[in-house]
């Protein structure tokens, strides 16, 4: 009898092979990322090597980076930014990286949130739009560091200052997107939806908002860098507390290596925070990806 032949290999499920290309293109981009950064790491070192930086006020990566260990009694677990302290550890830079994130994330969502309330109330009721819309158009060029001694001396010193900072950094430019974003969604959507029986709820949910969404998570992304410069000041002049904090700390007591350190620890929570905000679009905006993945 002779040998019997084998069954043909089946062909990858496109579920499979959609994960190895996402896999594929994750790879690629990461090894980009890390292209971006080591040229820049190159050229830093290169310009100490060659006595082109001053090593006291701009010391090369390998200086401020490898003395972790000093930089380390900086960052206190209970948050609480003063003077040098003993028995620093990660654990305690990792807690006040995540305070600072944490104001940046309530700031934010509160911003968000309230923008599109605000701009859905404004265009959709007459009262209310031709009563709050001049305000909002007087407050967006106000830049959100004169917010800062109002947001003092209506909540003190703590962590409800630099919230309301982010808020204010992103509330009224959001808004004046989200009208925008209205304004722009194809009247014959809405015309089908009305024909097709829809009540004005259902005409809002189902067709407005997933038609605004993708161009506001845009704008929301572009002012989150915004809103962490802005709660660094905030946590610099009016918090006490932070990452903030430590740089300004850092530059009274001119310890440069201290200030290149946490502006390496802002620019990675930063980085990480623009990663997840992204991530959160795509599960959010699920529909984009699938006509992305159609070639659409």
């Not at 990792?94 to 911003?111: A, Q």
Request: no cysteine.
């Amino acid at each position: 009898m002779g040998a019997s032949a084998k069954p043909p290999a089946k062909p990858p499920s496109a579920a499979g092979a959609r994960v190895m290309k996402n896999l594929r293109r994750q790879g690629v981009a990461a090894l980009w990322t890390l292209a971006s950064i080591g040229s820049i790491i190159g050229l830093w070192e290169l310009a100490a090597a060659m006595g082109w930086a001053d090593p006291l006020l701009m010391p090369a990566p390998h200086v401020f980076l490898g003395n972790w260990s000093e930089q380390l009694h900086f960052f206190d677990m209970a948050n609480t930014i003063g003077s040098s302290g003993e028995g620093g550890s990660w654990v305690g830079v990792l807690s006040v990286v995540l305070w600072t994130s944490m104001r940046v994330f309530v700031g934010l969502l509160l911003g968000f949130v309230l923008s599109l309330a605000v701009g859905v109330l404004i265009r959709y009721n007459t009262v209310f739009g031709k009563l709050s819309l001049p305000a909002v158009t007087m407050f967006a060029p106000i830049s959100p560091v004169a917010w800062l001694p109002v947001a003092v001396f209506l909540f003190g010193i703590g962590d409800k200052p630099a919230i309301f900072m982010v808020f204010i950094a992103i509330f009224f430019v959001m808004v004046i997107a989200t009208l925008a974003q209205i304004d722009e969604v194809p009247k014959s959507y809405i015309h089908v939806a009305r024909i097709m029986g829809a009540s004005k709820r259902q005409v809002f949910r189902t067709v407005i908002l997933p038609a605004i969404l993708p161009g506001l998570f845009v704008t929301l992304r572009i002012n989150l860098f915004a809103a962490w410069m802005v709660v660094l000041i905030a946590e610099a002049a009016g918090v006490g507390s932070g990452l903030g904090q430590i740089v300004m700390m850092a530059r009274n007591t001119f310890n440069a290596s201290l200030v290149f350190f946490t502006m390496t620890l802002i620019g990675l929570a930063g980085f990480v925070f623009d990663q997840a905000l992204g991530l959160m679009q795509r599960r959010m905006l699920w529909w984009i990806d699938a006509d992305k993945a159609n070639g659409k």
